[in-house]
């Protein structure tokens, strides 16, 4: 079988695949590892001379100039590990919903093998937390041939702004290698350069709690500000009452959806997008009898798995398509015969569905269920007029009507996907408002919610949390903050529209929208790929070639630092000390288990860690570094260690997780407490995680709404004025309306989607397509963890990167199987190799999100497939990336075709 077929069949853990890795990373590794520690040495030699020797021994070499010589003690342990080597908890923590166990096998201070969850009997109930081939291949970005290694200043570039900057030259320039007092010295210079000329406004830093740290202390910085990956459920469900203390906590516990009937998924796809357990829990669901049915454009994976019936569904129109359903509930309603709504839920529960239950001082007119049958309007909101839009045939909207009458035990799903699109805002409240209607809500076997990341499928508060590293915030002066749709804009023109200085999940946001002046001159990206992940990547390349100076915190030479003057190399998180996965951390792992993963290496070459980093610029700025982090890293990861929590036995309240004896804080070299605890510090570090078991009818399930449901008075919801659900919610229209982007309706109304379907028309009411004639959506995809992963030639092969085009519409064009196409988009061009399918519908192209840009200088068409770069920066409502909202074209290349994309050198910046 080839290396590739292998690969997809999932066999990548098994030796006839690792045994060709081997040499290569004994090679590219081994120098640097020597002085790796095992799992209970807790020191580590940062900026030491060995490392630094090491760097100078290895940094030379490349995937196709290695030795092939490894010691008798590495080709032991890798033909059978449990003869030597030690295994150690490897942090796997990149962004990709899953967060799982990996251990690494270490033998004379290599890495040769790499294992998943194996502590204990997979079963469905208690599952092993196990890995997928983008964690399996972590050591080829640990240890990677393109790793940085020093710091890096871009050749053309001198300090003192103006033509001094040579802008145009970023992304094109050469690279020169520095030293890090050189680094230092430039980054404080400019910083100081730019406060007294322009004021601290003038800094730009979009993320990276380690240098915001440092550039409050001396005087502040622009920050930023996105709705992320939830879209339109940033905001939205925080206001009307969906939410409950965090998004997966409307929905009830994994045990808990095998009890419903019916599944019903709108644009979710947890095999590809929720690593980890999440499809293993869907899949019991589906043994348990549950049937389910997919609302999507594309029958992706996920609804494969499971059987799923299709709705399909064009991207952008979810609330035309709902709202519709709502029609056929409240037309086809029959309490005898044909029970479909829950009055009492929804009398008791909500406000505004209809003229009874509209709040005091408002219109009755603008109920919802009045602006569904078109009372006022004269548009009722039928199957038919959504079809037009949505492409869904009227009976299948129906017959779900139907399959999720108040009788039924259905669970309403809804992954963030859905949100990721512009005039979205009332999506979220109309999901609410379907489930308060039907009922699906309090009970169990009843859910409705956004279910999404590594939480998908099982709602409910953390039953083991991480605890917090004790260090004191530091509040930033400045409160300039720009939405991600208009930071580019605000570079290039000047301007922006300031809605408030909190960051998107904060209750005293979008109190107005006030025109601002701005005029920024650095860039500091400490965390963040703002550059490759951000709306308009085109106009984003032209902003950043504008400003003065642009430094970046990378492992890699990614788009971020590819556009930069600064590159200073940091750590991974193999690098550190240790850390933590799971527990309470925001999307960083289900609610059952945290992980605690250990040193695997020394810092490699002359990387330093990003608080290091932080400290050596408040050095140089003349900041005492110790107002920056009063107590190290270590001290750091102990607090952390000796606050974690788990919840008792009984299920009532939470007590220590870990034990703590005075020898291991001694040995630490740490300030504490010996304490009592459920696991031992070192077996918790030697285990790696600590995971809650499940059983049917233990004292840790959940249902969301419970209580809320039995009592609507007794137990009012946080997330609302009226503690109720609200169908009609002034406050949200308000606050909304305030910020000065769109505007929406108390109730959840169709608006007409800038850069949706109706727009890939030049005349509407012929039907006659535009010059843009496709709708694009970004799904996110294996090879990559959002962008992480991209430069990994392991996953470059396993997965190609394709574009998914439906095979009708490529019959249309002429356009076969592998052919290199041109994606044409108002904002930029981008080239991919086809894959044809039926399972996109036609007039949807699927281009997956976060492929590494490769622009051609000369054409300005990149040949990566980044789907950012095909994007634009069009703030809607709250301020929603519209991440799922793009028209385009798509033909066969003239040009030169595409090849592999594992054939693409890796971007290695300064060859030796």
Same mark, same amino acid.
């Given at each position: 079988?080839?290396?590739?077929?292998?690969?997809?069949?999932?066999?990548?853990?098994?030796?006839?695949?690792?045994?060709?890795?081997?040499?290569?990373?004994?090679?590219?590794?081994?120098?640097?590892?020597?002085?790796?520690?095992?799992?209970?040495?807790?020191?580590?030699?940062?900026?030491?001379?060995?490392?630094?020797?090491?760097?100078?021994?290895?940094?030379?070499?490349?995937?196709?100039?290695?030795?092939?010589?490894?010691?008798?003690?590495?080709?032991?342990?890798?033909?059978?590990?449990?003869?030597?080597?030690?295994?150690?908890?490897?942090?796997?923590?990149?962004?990709?919903?899953?967060?799982?166990?990996?251990?690494?096998?270490?033998?004379?201070?290599?890495?040769?093998?790499?294992?998943?969850?194996?502590?204990?009997?997979?079963?469905?109930?208690?599952?092993?937390?196990?890995?997928?081939?983008?964690?399996?291949?972590?050591?080829?970005?640990?240890?990677?041939?393109?790793?940085?290694?020093?710091?890096?200043?871009?050749?053309?570039?001198?300090?003192?702004? !103006?033509?001094?900057?040579?802008?145009?030259?970023?992304?094109?320039?050469?690279?020169?290698?520095?030293?890090?007092?050189?680094?230092?010295?430039?980054?404080?210079?400019?910083?100081?350069?730019?406060?007294?000329?322009?004021?601290?406004?003038?800094?730009?830093?979009?993320?990276?709690?380690?240098?915001?740290?440092?550039?409050?202390?001396?005087?502040?910085?622009? !920050?930023?500000?996105?709705?992320?990956?939830?879209?339109?459920?940033?905001?939205?469900?925080?206001?009307?009452?969906?939410?409950?203390?965090?998004?997966?906590?409307?929905?009830?516990?994994?045990?808990?959806?095998?009890?419903?009937?019916?599944?019903?998924?709108?644009?979710?796809?947890?095999?590809?997008?929720?690593?980890?357990?999440?499809?293993?829990?869907?899949?019991?669901?589906?043994?348990?009898?549950?049937?389910?049915?997919?609302?999507?454009?594309?029958?992706?994976?996920?609804?494969?798995?499971?059987?799923?019936?299709?709705?399909?569904?064009?991207?952008?129109?979810?609330?035309?398509?709902?709202?519709?359903?709502?029609?056929?509930?409240?037309?086809?309603?029959?309490?005898?015969?044909?029970?479909?709504?829950?009055?009492?839920?929804?009398?008791?529960?909500?406000?505004?569905?209809?003229?009874?239950?509209?709040?005091?001082?408002?219109?009755?007119?603008?109920?919802?269920?009045?602006?569904?049958?078109?009372?006022?309007?004269?548009?009722?909101?039928?199957?038919?007029?959504?079809?037009?839009?949505?492409?869904?045939?009227?009976?299948?909207?129906?017959?779900?009507?139907?399959?999720?009458?108040?009788?039924?035990?259905?669970?309403?799903?809804?992954?963030?996907?859905?949100?990721?699109?512009?005039?979205?805002?009332?999506?979220?409240?109309?999901?609410?408002?379907?489930?308060?209607?039907?009922?699906?809500?309090?009970?169990?076997?009843?859910?409705?919610?956004?279910?999404?990341?590594?939480?998908?499928?099982?709602?409910?508060?953390?039953?083991?949390?991480?605890?917090?590293?004790?260090?004191?915030?530091?509040?930033?002066?400045?409160?300039?903050?720009?939405?991600?749709?208009?930071?580019?804009?605000?570079?290039?023109?000047?301007?922006?529209?300031?809605?408030?200085?909190?960051?998107?999940?904060?209750?005293?946001?979008?109190?107005?929208?006030?025109?601002?002046?701005?005029?920024?001159?650095?860039?500091?990206?400490?965390?963040?790929?703002?550059?490759?992940?951000?709306?308009?990547?085109?106009?984003?390349?032209?902003?950043?070639?504008?400003?003065?100076?642009?430094?970046?915190?990378?492992?890699?030479?990614?788009?971020?630092?590819?556009?930069?003057?600064?590159?200073?190399?940091?750590?991974?998180?193999?690098?550190?000390?240790?850390?933590?996965?799971?527990?309470?951390?925001?999307?960083?792992?289900?609610?059952?288990?945290?992980?605690?993963?250990?040193?695997?290496?020394?810092?490699?070459?002359?990387?330093?860690?990003?608080?290091?980093?932080?400290?050596?610029?408040?050095?140089?700025?003349?900041?005492?570094?110790?107002?920056?982090?009063?107590?190290?890293?270590?001290?750091?990861?102990?607090?952390?260690?000796?606050?974690?929590?788990?919840?008792?036995?009984?299920?009532?309240?939470?007590?220590?997780?870990?034990?703590?004896?005075?020898?291991?804080?001694?040995?630490?070299?740490?300030?504490?407490?010996?304490?009592?605890?459920?696991?031992?510090?070192?077996?918790?570090?030697?285990?790696?995680?600590?995971?809650?078991?499940?059983?049917?009818?233990?004292?840790?399930?959940?249902?969301?709404?419970?209580?809320?449901?039995?009592?609507?008075?007794?137990?009012?919801?946080?997330?609302?004025?009226?503690?109720?659900?609200?169908?009609?919610?002034?406050?949200?229209?308000?606050?909304?309306?305030?910020?000065?982007?769109?505007?929406?309706?108390?109730?959840?109304?169709?608006?007409?989607?800038?850069?949706?379907?109706?727009?890939?028309?030049?005349?509407?009411?012929?039907?006659?397509?535009?010059?843009?004639?496709?709708?694009?959506?970004?799904?996110?995809?294996?090879?990559?963890?959002?962008?992480?992963?991209?430069?990994?030639?392991?996953?470059?092969?396993?997965?190609?990167?394709?574009?998914?085009?439906?095979?009708?519409?490529?019959?249309?064009?002429?356009?076969?199987?592998?052919?290199?196409?041109?994606?044409?988009?108002?904002?930029?061009?981008?080239?991919?190799?086809?894959?044809?399918?039926?399972?996109?519908?036609?007039?949807?192209?699927?281009?997956?999100?976060?492929?590494?840009?490769?622009?051609?200088?000369?054409?300005?068409?990149?040949?990566?497939?980044?789907?950012?770069?095909?994007?634009?920066?069009?703030?809607?409502?709250? !301020?929603?990336?519209?991440?799922?909202?793009?028209?385009?074209?798509?033909?066969?290349?003239?040009?030169?075709?595409? !090849?592999?994309?594992?054939?693409?050198?890796?971007?290695?910046?300064?060859?030796?």
């Amino acid at each position: 079988m080839k290396l590739l077929e292998q690969i997809r069949n999932r066999q990548i853990g098994r030796r006839d695949f690792l045994k060709g890795s081997l040499a290569a990373t004994v090679s590219l590794a081994g120098v640097s590892l020597a002085g790796c520690r095992d799992a209970g040495n807790l020191t580590t030699t940062a900026g030491s001379s060995e490392t630094g020797t090491a760097a100078a021994k290895t940094s030379s070499l490349a995937e196709g100039d290695v030795s092939t010589e490894a010691s008798a003690g590495q080709e032991a342990a890798f033909e059978d590990p449990d003869k030597g080597g030690t295994w150690i908890t490897a942090a796997c923590w990149h962004n990709c919903g899953g967060r799982c166990l990996n251990k690494a096998l270490v033998a004379d201070g290599v890495v040769v093998r790499q294992k998943t969850d194996d502590t204990h009997e997979d079963t469905p109930d208690f599952p092993q937390q196990r890995g997928c081939l983008r964690g399996r291949s972590q050591r080829k970005q640990v240890f990677g041939a393109d790793r940085l290694k020093y710091p890096m200043k871009r050749k053309s570039w001198q300090p003192g702004g !103006g033509a001094n900057a040579h802008g145009e030259m970023r992304g094109r320039d050469e690279w020169e290698r520095i030293s890090w007092d050189e680094a230092a010295d430039y980054i404080a210079g400019e910083m100081k350069r730019i406060k007294e000329a322009y004021g601290n406004r003038a800094i730009f830093i979009p993320k990276g709690d380690e240098i915001m740290r440092t550039a409050a202390l001396f005087g502040g910085y622009c !920050g930023y500000w996105n709705t992320n990956s939830f879209g339109s459920w940033a905001f939205t469900p925080r206001t009307v009452g969906f939410f409950l203390d965090a998004f997966d906590q409307t929905v009830n516990d994994r045990l808990d959806m095998r009890n419903c009937e019916t599944i019903v998924m709108l644009s979710m796809n947890p095999a590809w997008s929720a690593q980890g357990s999440s499809s293993w829990h869907y899949m019991q669901a589906k043994k348990a009898g549950a049937k389910f049915i997919a609302i999507d454009p594309y029958y992706n994976e996920t609804y494969s798995l499971l059987e799923a019936d299709w709705i399909p569904v064009r991207p952008c129109t979810d609330t035309a398509f709902l709202l519709s359903l709502a029609y056929v509930l409240i037309t086809e309603d029959d309490p005898e015969k044909n029970p479909l709504i829950d009055w009492d839920f929804l009398n008791r529960c909500t406000i505004g569905f209809d003229e009874a239950h509209m709040p005091e001082g408002e219109d009755p007119k603008g109920n919802f269920k009045d602006y569904v049958l078109g009372t006022y309007d004269g548009v009722p909101k039928t199957p038919e007029w959504a079809e037009e839009l949505t492409g869904a045939a009227p009976g299948k909207v129906r017959e779900l009507a139907e399959a999720m009458g108040k009788d039924h035990r259905v669970a309403f799903y809804a992954g963030m996907a859905s949100g990721r699109t512009r005039n979205s805002d009332n999506l979220p409240q109309l999901i609410m408002t379907i489930g308060a209607m039907t009922g699906h809500m309090g009970k169990s076997g009843h859910m409705t919610g956004s279910t999404m990341h590594a939480t998908s499928g099982n709602g409910g508060p953390a039953l083991v949390k991480v605890g917090g590293s004790g260090l004191p915030a530091i509040a930033n002066p400045v409160d300039d903050c720009i939405n991600a749709n208009q930071i580019w804009d605000a570079i290039l023109t000047g301007k922006y529209n300031w809605t408030g200085s909190g960051g998107t999940h904060a209750d005293n946001q979008y109190m107005r929208g006030e025109e601002r002046e701005i005029d920024i001159r650095m860039i500091y990206q400490g965390a963040f790929a703002m550059l490759q992940t951000n709306d308009g990547m085109a106009k984003g390349i032209e902003a950043t070639r504008k400003v003065d100076f642009v430094v970046s915190n990378a492992q890699f030479l990614t788009t971020n630092a590819k556009y930069s003057d600064i590159v200073l190399p940091v750590v991974t998180e193999w690098e550190k000390i240790g850390g933590f996965m799971g527990g309470n951390l925001r999307h960083t792992g289900n609610r059952e288990m945290l992980i605690t993963y250990s040193q695997v290496t020394k810092p490699m070459y002359e990387c330093k860690s990003d608080q290091e980093i932080a400290m050596l610029i408040a050095e140089k700025l003349g900041i005492d570094p110790k107002e920056v982090y009063p107590f190290d890293y270590t001290q750091q990861y102990f607090n952390t260690m000796a606050t974690c929590q788990v919840i008792r036995e009984d299920g009532e309240g939470y007590e220590n997780l870990v034990s703590v004896t005075a020898d291991e804080i001694r040995e630490l070299g740490v300030e504490g407490e010996p304490q009592e605890g459920r696991i031992s510090m070192t077996e918790f570090r030697e285990k790696g995680i600590y995971q809650v078991e499940r059983k049917e009818g233990d004292p840790y399930g959940y249902i969301a709404y419970e209580k809320f449901r039995e009592d609507p008075e007794a137990n009012p919801l946080a997330s609302s004025e009226s503690g109720k659900l609200e169908i009609y919610s002034k406050k949200l229209a308000d606050r909304i309306n305030s910020m000065g982007y769109s505007t929406i309706k108390p109730i959840p109304t169709y608006i007409e989607v800038q850069g949706g379907y109706s727009q890939t028309f030049k005349d509407w009411e012929k039907k006659e397509k535009g010059e843009y004639p496709f709708q694009i959506t970004n799904p996110h995809y294996l090879r990559r963890s959002h962008t992480v992963f991209d430069n990994v030639t392991w996953m470059r092969e396993a997965y190609e990167n394709p574009v998914f085009l439906n095979a009708s519409d490529a019959k249309e064009r002429k356009i076969a199987e592998g052919d290199t196409v041109l994606i044409t988009t108002p904002y930029g061009k981008t080239l991919r190799n086809a894959f044809l399918t039926e399972r996109y519908m036609p007039g949807v192209i699927g281009l997956p999100h976060g492929a590494w840009v490769d622009v051609d200088e000369e054409t300005g068409i990149d040949r990566a497939g980044a789907d950012n770069y095909i994007s634009g920066q069009l703030p809607q409502g709250a !301020g929603i990336s519209g991440f799922n909202t793009n028209i385009g074209n798509i033909e066969k290349y003239t040009g030169e075709p595409l !090849g592999r994309d594992v054939d693409v050198p890796q971007r290695i910046p300064v060859k030796e």
